[in-house]
C-alpha cells in the first residue's frame, strides 16, 4: 500500500473490501466511484494508527463497498463530499481474502483484532453466503492464528449437529455461529456449554454446542465456525484429526460430558434432551412406570405414506405424546390414531406385580391404527416411535416398515380387524379412506414381451386383453376370437401378472398357434386387477387406436369387433363400450350419468339390474363414463388422463375414476347398446361377503370426496335417453 493508492478486495457479488492510507473519516461515509463521482453512495470506514512510521501517512483505514455489476472496473473513489473529499485510484489488480487480510494485519499491528471485529460486525448482517463467510474467514485468521479447534462431530437422528472441542473465547449461553463449509450459511444462534479441559493450552477451556437442523450442515462438509465469542468474532477451525459420530454414537458422548458442563439452563436442557435421544434400541420397556408398547404391522407405500397399528399400555396416563419419526420428520400420531379394545394387552400384564395397581382400571382401549406421512428420501434412515412423558423424559421403540403397494397395505390392515368390531366404521373414516387417497399411484411395469407369430399391430387395431388370476383359463375366450371372422385376423395382446406368465407363457403360445391367432404375450410386475394390465399393454404396442377385453367378458355372439371399429371411426378420437351384462340377461352395465340429486352416488349406472331388452331398443348414446373392461379407444387416452388410480381397492371405482377423467382431458364417451358381452362381478380369491362390503364401502368413499366436489360444478351427459 502507499499513499493516495487504495487496493481493493472483492467480498462477494454485491461487496468490496477497500484498505488504504490516509485519514478518513469513520463510520457511514458519502462516497463517489468511477468517473462519474456526482453518484454517491454509502459506506463503511474503519481506521486505525498505523504500526510503522511513515513520513507520508500515520493512518490506515478499511471500508465495506456496495458494488453493483459496472463497479467491477472501477478505476478511482473520492472519501466524503466533492470539494472537500479524498480522491484515490484503485491498484490495477484485485487482492484476494488472504492478501487483504494479512495487509490489515500488518499495518494495523495490535489494532488489527479491533479493526478485523468491526469490519465482520458489517459483514455478518443481512445475507452471508459462502464467498463472504471465507473472506469473514481470512479476516479472523489473520487476526487471530489459532482459537480453538472442533475435534468432534456427532450426527442426530432428527437433524441436529453436535459439536465439541476447544477454545479462548467460547463464552457458555447462547452464541451467534455461522458454520463454514457447503451447506448455504445461517447465521443463528447455538447453545453452548464449556467444561475444563486440562489437555487444552493455557486459558482455554472445551465446549460443546448444538446445531439446530434448520443450520446444521452434514459432518463431512463442516470446515469450521464462525462465532461471536468473550471478545467480539472468531473462528474455530475443524481439526485434520477430527471425528465423526454417527446418530446412534453421539447421545452417549454427550452423555458422558454433560455433567461436567455449565451453561444457560435452557442450553443444558437442550443437552440433555440430545443425551437422550434416539439410539436404534428400544428403550420404553426400561420406564419406571406402567408404560409399555409394541406394533403388530407398519406398512409404507411410495412417498412415505405409512399405516401402522399396534398397542400403548399407559392406564396411568404418563404418556403425553407418542410421534413417528424418521431423521429430522416428525408426525403427531396420537392426535390422529383410531383407539380399539385390546383386553388382550391388559390380560398379558396380571402376572407383573408392579403393574397390579394399574389394573382397577377398566379401560380396555390399549390397540390403535395411525395413518402418518413422512418423507422418504433416505430410506435407510431408521423409523421410530418417541413417547414423551410428562415428566419431558422420552422413550424410543424402533419398527420396520414392510414395503407393499397402498391396495395391499389396507387390505391386510382391514383384513385383521373383526368386522364386529365397533371401531371399524371410524378406522375406515380416520385412517383407511385418507391413507388411499393421500397415496400416489405406481404404474405397472412391463417385465417381457413374447410374439406368438407374426405380429402386425397396424393391420387393424390390436385387442388388449387383461388376464388376471382371477380368470384361471383363457381358453375359451380364444377360441371365440379364433372362431369370429373378425377377431381371428386382428392382434391380440394378453397382458398377465409375471408369475402367471411364468406358468403359463409356453401353453399360451402354442394355443395362439394352433389356433392361428397373432398373438402378443406380455408380462407385467406391480399390478393389482385388469386395469393395471390394459395399461401395461397399451404399453407394449405403438399403433393408435386399441380395443380393451377383460378376460371375464365372453362376446354375445360374433361381429361385435367390426361394430365398435366402425362406430369408433364416424367418433374420432372418443371412447366406444358395449353393454355389459349377466348369464340370466340382465344388465351389468349400460352407461354411467351424472345424478346432482344424489349426493353419495354422484355417478349412477341407471339400468343395472334390468332386463337387456330394456337397452337392446336404444341408438348410440354419450355417456358421463364408458367402462374399460370392454371398449374402443385412442392408445394414448390412458396417458393423457395420467393412468389408473392407485387409491381404490376394488375395481368398479378405479374404472369409472379413469373414465371421468377421460371426459375431462376431452374425450368423450359413447355406449353402443347393439353390442353385448356376458360377465360377472369383479372377484377377489379368499374375499368373503363381509370384506367385499368393506371394500365397496371404501371406495365409494374415497371415490366421493374425489369426485362429487368436482361433479358439482361441471357438467357431463345427465339424462338417461328416453
Not at 498505523?50 to 463497479?71: E, Q
Not at 477451556?205 to 463442516?222: H, K, M, P, T, W
Not at 406398512?299 to 412415505?304: L, R, S, T, V, W
Request: a negative charge; aromatic letters at 6%.
Amino acid at each position: 500500500m502507499r499513499s493516495g493508492r487504495v487496493v481493493g478486495c472483492r467480498v462477494d457479488e454485491t461487496t468490496s473490501l477497500i484498505i488504504g492510507l490516509g485519514r478518513v473519516t469513520t463510520g457511514n461515509v458519502v462516497v463517489g466511484v468511477g468517473e462519474d463521482q456526482a453518484v454517491t453512495r454509502s459506506l463503511f470506514v474503519s481506521e486505525w494508527r498505523l504500526a510503522g512510521s511513515s513520513p507520508r501517512a500515520k493512518h490506515g483505514f478499511a471500508a465495506l463497498l456496495p458494488v453493483v455489476g459496472t463497479d467491477l472496473a472501477m478505476t478511482t473513489i473520492r472519501f466524503g463530499e466533492e470539494e472537500t473529499g479524498a480522491r484515490y485510484i484503485f491498484a490495477p489488480r484485485l487482492a484476494s481474502a488472504e492478501e487483504t487480510a494479512a495487509l490489515v494485519a500488518e499495518s494495523a499491528g495490535s489494532q488489527s483484532a479491533a479493526v478485523i471485529d468491526r469490519l465482520v460486525d458489517v459483514l455478518m448482517v443481512g445475507n452471508v453466503n459462502r464467498r463472504r463467510l471465507l473472506t469473514i474467514t481470512a479476516l479472523l485468521q489473520a487476526a487471530h492464528a489459532s482459537d480453538g479447534f472442533v475435534e468432534l462431530i456427532g450426527e442426530s437422528h432428527d437433524g441436529a449437529t453436535f459439536l465439541q472441542g476447544w477454545s479462548r473465547s467460547m463464552a457458555p449461553g447462547p452464541c451467534r455461529v455461522s458454520v463454514v463449509g457447503n451447506a448455504t450459511p445461517v447465521v443463528e444462534e447455538c447453545g453452548i456449554a464449556i467444561f475444563p479441559r486440562p489437555d487444552a493450552p493455557d486459558s482455554a477451556s472445551g465446549f460443546v454446542g448444538l446445531l439446530e437442523a434448520n443450520q446444521a450442515a452434514r459432518a463431512l462438509d463442516i470446515e469450521g465456525l464462525v462465532y461471536r465469542g468473550r471478545a467480539g468474532w472468531r473462528y474455530a477451525a475443524v481439526h485434520p484429526r477430527k471425528r465423526i459420530a454417527g446418530p446412534l454414537e453421539t447421545p452417549e458422548h454427550i452423555r458422558s460430558i454433560l455433567l461436567r458442563t455449565h451453561s444457560a439452563p435452557d442450553v443444558l436442557l437442550s443437552l440433555r434432551a440430545a443425551a437422550n435421544s434416539f439410539e436404534g434400541k428400544e428403550t420404553v420397556s426400561s420406564l419406571p412406570y406402567p408404560v409399555r408398547m409394541g406394533t403388530d404391522n407398519t406398512f409404507e407405500a411410495d412417498g412415505g405414506n405409512l399405516l401402522v397399528s399396534g398397542w400403548l399400555y399407559d392406564p396411568d396416563d404418563h404418556v403425553a405424546a407418542v410421534r413417528l419419526r424418521r431423521r429430522e420428520a416428525a408426525a403427531r400420531v396420537d392426535e390422529r390414531w383410531t383407539r380399539l379394545d385390546r383386553p388382550d394387552v391388559t390380560d398379558s400384564f396380571n402376572d407383573q406385580q408392579h403393574f397390579a395397581p394399574s389394573l382397577r382400571s377398566e379401560q380396555h382401549a390399549h390397540g390403535f391404527i395411525a395413518h402418518a406421512h413422512l418423507p422418504s428420501e433416505d430410506s435407510g434412515a431408521p423409523l421410530y416411535f418417541e413417547l414423551t412423558l410428562r415428566d419431558s423424559r422420552r422413550a424410543f421403540l424402533p419398527v420396520k416398515p414392510t414395503r407393499v403397494s397402498p391396495r395391499l397395505a389396507a387390505l391386510r390392515q382391514i383384513g385383521s380387524i373383526d368386522p364386529a368390531n365397533c371401531a371399524l366404521p371410524a378406522i375406515i373414516d380416520t385412517q383407511i379412506v385418507p391413507f388411499l387417497s393421500e397415496t400416489g399411484r405406481s404404474a405397472p411395469v412391463i417385465d417381457a414381451i413374447l410374439d406368438a407369430g407374426s405380429f402386425d399391430q397396424e393391420s387393424s387395431p390390436p385387442i388388449v386383453i387383461g388376464a388376471g388370476e382371477t380368470e384361471e383359463n383363457i381358453s375359451p375366450l380364444l377360441a371365440l376370437l379364433a372362431l369370429d371372422p373378425e377377431t381371428r385376423r386382428a392382434p391380440i395382446v394378453i397382458a398377465m401378472p409375471a408369475e402367471r406368465y411364468r406358468r403359463q407363457a409356453a401353453r399360451l403360445r402354442e394355443l395362439a398357434r394352433f389356433y392361428r391367432l397373432s398373438a402378443r404375450l406380455v408380462s407385467v410386475k406391480g399390478t393389482a386387477d385388469f386395469y393395471d394390465l390394459l395399461e401395461a399393454g397399451t404399453q407394449a404396442l405403438s399403433c393408435e387406436t386399441v380395443v380393451s377385453l377383460s378376460a371375464s367378458l365372453i362376446p354375445h355372439g360374433t361381429g361385435w369387433y367390426g361394430k365398435l371399429l366402425s362406430t369408433a371411426a364416424t367418433l374420432k378420437g372418443s371412447v366406444v363400450s358395449p353393454v355389459l351384462t349377466y348369464e340370466d340377461h340382465s344388465i351389468r352395465w349400460a352407461g354411467s350419468w351424472i345424478d346432482d340429486g344424489n349426493c353419495d352416488e354422484p355417478v349412477v349406472g341407471r339400468y343395472t339390474g334390468y332386463p337387456l331388452k330394456a337397452v337392446t331398443g336404444m341408438t348410440l348414446t354419450r355417456i358421463a363414463a364408458a367402462s374399460l373392461e370392454c371398449c374402443v379407444m385412442p392408445r394414448d387416452a390412458l396417458v393423457r388422463a395420467g393412468g389408473f388410480s392407485g387409491g381404490y381397492l376394488g375395481a368398479q371405482e378405479k374404472g369409472l375414476d379413469l373414465g371421468l377423467r377421460l371426459s375431462r382431458s376431452g374425450i368423450d364417451s359413447y355406449l353402443l347398446p347393439s353390442v353385448q358381452m356376458w360377465g360377472c362381478d369383479d372377484a377377489r380369491d379368499g374375499d368373503g361377503p363381509a370384506m367385499a362390503a368393506l371394500v365397496e364401502e371404501i371406495d365409494r368413499k374415497i371415490f366421493k370426496s374425489q369426485w362429487a366436489p368436482v361433479l358439482a360444478v361441471e357438467k357431463h351427459p345427465k339424462r338417461r335417453p328416453a
